[in-house]
T-cell receptor, first 113, second 112 residues
């Protein structure tokens, strides 16, 4: 069964540094998402992406965050200047249509020191 | 923003007992999805409910959407150790976007 893949599985970064989290969504999917989950808490929406542009973003997704689909397969989340509170598990997801199930990757655990 | 509450937050059950988690919204929902997250894992889609009063079954799991489309429940009959994890309901915005708002989740642990 096709799956969403994310790299790296764990990223440790100094506060203030830039990080790029990478995702390869399922190949025929058209909608892409990033979510984050702070340890022990619920999954929180960050951003949705469709037709090469952001369709919605949350309050968490401030100017320090950006997303890109640089080619036909990758979908990246960049955090420009990381803060301690950015430490969380970041999940990428994709779906093949509106109001369809979202398929999640295994996540990238981001630890900010 | 949309708020989706789930109860209970935690549930410990003896293997073989039943388990139910409830999801409540203050607003009418267009649909609701349920996801399971194993410890250390990622959310995995279980089911989507769309119609008022809808009931769907997957083996030992029964999902229900309230008549007013403001609440939903997931019931597991005769729990097994493989049922361990956190169960989240999630709703899609009524306003056309695909953002999923997750509930607070119910963490299920099974006592063998």
């Amino acid at each position: 069964e096709p799956e969403v893949t994310q790299t790296p599985s764990h990223q440790v970064t100094q506060m203030g540094q830039e990080v790029i989290l990478r995702c390869v969504p399922i190949s025929n999917h058209l909608y892409f998402y990033w979510y984050r989950q702070i340890l022990g808490q619920k999954v929180e929406f960050l951003v949705s992406f469709y037709n090469n542009e952001i369709s919605e973003k949350s309050e968490i997704f401030d100017d320090q965050f950006s997303v890109e689909r640089p080619d036909g397969s990758n979908f990246t989340l960049k955090i420009r200047s990381t803060k301690l509170e950015d430490s969380a598990m970041y999940f990428c997801a994709s779906s093949d249509g509106r109001r369809q199930p979202q398929h999640f990757g295994d996540g990238t655990r981001l630890s900010i020191l | 923003g949309q708020q989706v509450m789930q109860i209970p937050q935690y549930q410990h059950v003896q293997e073989g007992e039943d388990f139910t988690t409830y999801c409540n919204s203050s607003t009418t929902l267009s649909n609701i999805q349920w996801y399971k997250q194993r410890p250390g894992g990622h959310p995995v889609f279980l089911i989507q409910l769309v119609k008022s009063g809808e009931v769907k079954k997957q083996k030992r799991l029964t999902f229900q959407f309230g008549e007013a489309k403001k609440n939903s429940s997931l019931h597991i009959t005769a729990t097994q150790t493989t049922d361990v994890g956190t169960y989240f309901c999630a709703v899609i915005s009524n306003f056309g976007n695909e953002k999923l708002t997750f509930g607070t989740g119910t963490r299920l642990t099974i006592i063998p």
